[in-house]
Nanobody, 123 residues
Framework: EVQLVESGGGLVQPGGSLRLSCAAS????????MYWVRQAPGKGLEWVSS??????YYADSVKVRFTISRDNAKNTVYLQMNSLKSEDTAVYYCVTGPPLVPGTPLSRDFGYWGQGTQVTVSS
């Protein structure tokens, strides 16, 4: 059974940093494409970042500020978020699924999803 468990969300002031983690199990993690997707209050799903075995991809809205990485020994993918802005406030989901062209809109019936972790950027 595929399981994705996110952690690391919370409340942070604008300009601050957070690191999200996603512990994966139930599939061959080292070969898997991994995605971070977010949903802001009252808005749709937004692709944030993805990683294949070695290559990383970012939405323009987070490029330079966010870094995705993976530790195959720990079956974990991370999202380091720096210089956070209020518009980064959202529930962040860890997702695994087939390869997608970066920027392709995702829907909830794509792949497997974690339960999400709330990130709130506010002073």
């Amino acid at each position: 059974e595929v399981q994705l468990v996110e952690s690391g969300g919370g409340l942070v002031q604008p300009g601050g940093s957070l690191r999200l983690s996603c512990a994966a199990s139930g599939f061959t993690f080292s070969n898997a494409w991994m995605y971070w997707v977010r949903q802001a209050p009252g808005k749709g799903l937004e692709w944030v970042s993805s990683i294949d075995r070695v290559t990383t991809y970012y939405a323009d809205s987070v490029k330079v500020r966010f870094t995705i990485s993976r530790d195959n020994a720990k079956n974990t993918v991370y999202l380091q978020m720096n210089s956070l802005k209020s518009e980064d406030t959202a529930v962040y989901y860890c997702v695994t699924g087939p390869p997608l062209v970066p920027g392709t809109p995702l829907s909830r019936d794509f792949g497997y999803w974690g339960q999400g972790t709330q990130v709130t950027v506010s002073s």
